[in-house]
């Protein structure tokens, strides 16, 4: 009874799963290495492609990992999950085009593929706590110098 016991306890040792809250540490480096380039390669694509749709069924191929592996590995690496990391990047550059003051909410929206201008600017308000056109007339405007002025004297 005992040597069926010690070998119980030795399968459950060897065939039970890492410990999901030792993270990273339990994964030898390589591995490790491997994991967070493919991570950092669809952060890129999401950068590249921030005008489209995106599903987490596709960075997941990219990365050649199955959809709820690669959602947790993102998490544990970004902090949030895919899709919340994706809306926040488009959030960011759309901050980016409104403060540059020549681009409209409407014209923001669609040039990060949002067809409907109000849906983008709920996003938007959900994000930044603020509507995308109180943030626009809370930027200042940017200083630039006259034409007329010759080159090299101050604005």
Same mark, same amino acid.
């Given at each position: 009874?005992?040597?069926?016991?010690?070998?119980?306890?030795?399968?459950?040792?060897?065939?039970?799963?890492?410990?999901?809250?030792?993270?990273?540490?339990?994964?030898?480096?390589?591995?490790?290495?491997?994991?967070?380039?493919?991570?950092?390669?669809?952060?890129?694509?999401?950068?590249?492609?921030?005008?489209?749709?995106?599903?987490?069924?596709?960075? /997941? +191929?990219?990365?050649?990992?199955? @959809?709820?592996? =690669?959602?947790?590995? %993102? &998490?544990?690496?970004?902090?949030?999950? #895919?899709?919340?990391?994706?809306?926040?990047?488009?959030?960011?550059?759309?901050?980016?085009?409104?403060?540059?003051?020549?681009?409209?909410?409407?014209?923001?929206? /669609? +040039?990060?593929?949002?067809?409907? @201008?109000?849906? =983008?600017?709920?996003? %938007? &308000?959900?994000?930044?706590?603020?509507? #995308?056109?109180?943030?626009?007339?809370?930027?200042?405007?940017?200083?630039?110098?006259?034409?007329?002025?010759?080159?090299?004297?101050?604005?």
């Amino acid at each position: 009874m005992a040597g069926i016991q010690a070998v119980s306890s030795s399968l459950t040792r060897n065939l039970a799963p890492p410990d999901a809250s030792a993270g990273f540490d339990s994964i030898p480096q390589q591995d490790v290495r491997n994991r967070l380039g493919k991570i950092e390669d669809c952060i890129a694509y999401m950068e590249k492609h921030i005008d489209q749709p995106l599903q987490v069924a596709t960075l /997941a +191929a990219m990365a050649k990992l199955s @959809p709820s592996h =690669f959602f947790a590995l %993102f &998490k544990q690496h970004t902090g949030c999950p #895919p899709m919340d990391y994706f809306t926040r990047l488009r959030m960011k550059h759309a901050r980016r085009l409104l403060g540059s003051g020549s681009a409209s909410v409407k014209e923001v929206a /669609a +040039a990060l593929g949002y067809a409907d @201008p109000f849906y =983008f600017s709920r996003v %938007f &308000k959900s994000v930044n706590n603020v509507a #995308p056109s109180k943030f626009i007339s809370s930027t200042p405007a940017p200083i630039r110098c006259r034409p007329e002025r010759a080159p090299g004297t101050p604005c």
